[in-house]
């Protein structure tokens, strides 16, 4: 079992940038391959950025690449996201997600944990 506790969301200007934080608990932390997702009002949950349970391997949405950066300490049980040159378009409801599953990473079925989100809005 994994709980996950999302933070570090709020209101940013266009350009600027902000830290998300995901918690977990469980002593198994780091058998899991951890993700954000993102969900702005009337769409549907999408991938942003995943990172393998060793931190060696990751993967991104191509609408993020080169502004935000996944990292993980297994020893802390945390993962951040890091997202630099925010836009609007970036506006969502932001979700951690913990995954033991080794295939199909970027798809939110193969996630069963998740945390309660944190709300990310960029103005413009």
């Known amino acids: 079992q994994v709980q996950l506790v999302e933070s570090g969301g709020g209101l940013v200007q266009a350009g600027g940038s902000l830290r998300l934080s995901c918690a977990a608990s469980?002593?198994?932390?780091?058998?899991?391959?951890m993700a954000w997702f993102r969900q702005a009002p009337g769409k549907e949950r999408e991938f942003v950025t995943l990172?393998?349970?060793?931190?060696?391997?990751?993967a991104y949405a191509d609408s993020v690449k080169n502004r935000f950066t996944i990292s993980r300490d297994n020893a802390k049980n945390t993962v951040h996201l890091q997202m630099n040159s925010l836009r609007p378009d970036d506006t969502a409801v932001y979700y951690c997600?913990?995954?033991?599953?080794?295939?199909?990473?970027?798809?939110?079925?193969?996630?069963?944990?998740w945390g309660q989100g944190t709300q990310v809005t960029v103005s413009s």
């Open positions: 990172i393998h349970w060793s931190g060696g391997s990751t």
């Open positions: 469980g002593r198994t932390f780091s058998a899991y391959a």
């Open positions: 997600a913990a995954s033991n599953s080794r295939i199909n990473l970027m798809e939110r079925e193969q996630y069963g944990y």
